[in-house]
């Protein structure tokens, strides 16, 4: 009896298909998502029913950490080296080029301004690891760091918008604290991140 | 399909013309759907989907509270919610006249629709009924030092979401304040 042959079929597969919808994928996800920026302390934002999107350029960032530490950062990069500039005349600090280069690059920061070229002469990795002890802030008047970085890069960019992102335990204290500096700077208004959340019935 | 062309040119018989080989034109894509996909997982992984959503407020400049020649509001059309440690919240109306006999109901409750929701409509209603327009609600936001961040947009949330039209956050510097931390044991400062 003859056998019976199966035809062997090749297990080669058409992948053109498939190589389409990777692809298309890709863009889609290059095209929508953002990087995720590179954060000084991780913080959990409360949700709310908001509906207002965090405008893309212009603006400044306030990040205060459960513990109540305050960071700062500003997302233009040109802002960022102006308002070096004028910190560095305004506290008598003179800093070398490479140093200007580490703070154009820096996302968020928060430490005594008259600590920050030695923070800045710190090699990107060993900046990372280090806890930063959080901006100086006193608005019963002596020390206006703050209010100096507020007035300053305002001063530099008129068009920024101020963003507070808080973790949902932050005291209301050091938030407070925060609003009182902006006050003093005749900044009224503000804008709370939070992420997206339906209305409860 | 796209097969690989295995067999290749194969020997040319004999006799034959001798032709140019003919090239499959098919590619082996599945490298390239590799890379595809592992730039999928790349972008995934290191960026953020969904961009945040802000709540503006608006702060009153501090020149402006120290001007007193605007009417007081009638406290009856206002309502008073101090945000404690805990998740708690204080909540009272002052009376329009403090003498010796005035008593006030504080409330305890919390950031559920069935508390603070609750009380913001039993507010409403009764200004509705007591002045004939519920958007003459006033509700001052006194958070204590000890609340957290979250309980301030919860509140403000909540504001948004019965449709109160005007509120403001405010320092819990009235004497009643004082007298509904202590009571509450919670520090004012």
Known sequence: MPKVKIPRKSTAIDMTAMCDVAFLLLTFFILTTKFRAQEAVQIDIPSSTAQIPIPDRDIMLFQIAPDGRIFFGLDDQPTRLKLLDRLSSEYSMPLSDKQKEAFRTLEVWGMDIRSLPEFLDKDPAERAKLQQPGLTIDTLGGNHQVEDLILFSRQENNNLRIAIKADKTTEYRSFDKLIQALQNRKVNKFNLITSARLAKE | ?189
């Open chain 2, 1 to 189: 399909m796209a097969e690989m062309n295995t067999s290749g040119g194969g020997g040319h018989k004999k006799g034959k013309k001798v032709r140019g080989k003919k090239m499959s034109t098919r590619v082996d894509l599945t490298a390239m759907v590799d890379l595809g996909f592992l730039l999928i997982t790349f972008f995934m992984l290191a960026t953020t989907f969904n961009k945040p959503k802000t709540m503006e407020v608006n702060k009153p400049a501090k020149d402006d509270i120290d001007k007193k020649d605007e009417p007081p509001i009638k406290m009856s059309k206002t309502a008073t919610i101090m945000l404690g440690k805990g998740d708690k919240i204080y909540a009272y109306v002052s009376p329009d006249e403090i003498d010796a006999t005035t008593e006030l109901q504080l409330d305890s409750i919390d950031y559920s629709p069935k508390g603070l929701r609750k009380f913001i409509q039993r507010r409403q209603s009764e200004v509705q009924e007591q002045w004939g327009n519920k958007d003459d609600l006033f509700i001052m936001i006194k958070p204590l030092p000890a609340s957290s961040f979250k309980n301030i947009v919860d509140a403000l949330d909540e504001m948004t979401i019965n449709d109160v039209k005007r509120y403001a956050i405010l320092e819990p510097n009235d004497p009643i304040d004082s007298l509904v931390a202590a009571r509450a044991g919670q520090s004012r400062k």
